[in-house]
């Protein structure tokens, strides 16, 4: 991985998205004030991919840690 490390809270009301370009493609995940971008080119889609489980495994702990009239769809 090449760049900056950063930190930022996610909150509800953050939205993800793709964007897709002849040689790579671009995921941006972000609110209001803070965007995190990452740029993926081909021979990186595992990454993606276990970066995808570990978001799934934190949000099913998050939602064991929450309350039933918290927990989200």
Do not use: C, W, Y
């Not at 021979?43 to 009239?69: C, I, K, Y």
């Amino acid at each position: 991985m090449k760049g900056l490390t950063v930190s930022a809270h996610v909150e509800p009301d953050s939205a993800s998205r793709l964007v897709v370009f002849d040689s790579f493609v671009i995921v941006r995940v972000g609110g209001r004030d803070v965007e995190i971008t990452l740029l993926a080119t081909p021979g990186t889609s595992a990454v993606l991919r276990d970066l995808a489980a570990r978001l799934n495994e934190a949000a099913q702990v998050l939602d064991h840690m929450a309350t039933p009239s918290e927990v989200g769809p």
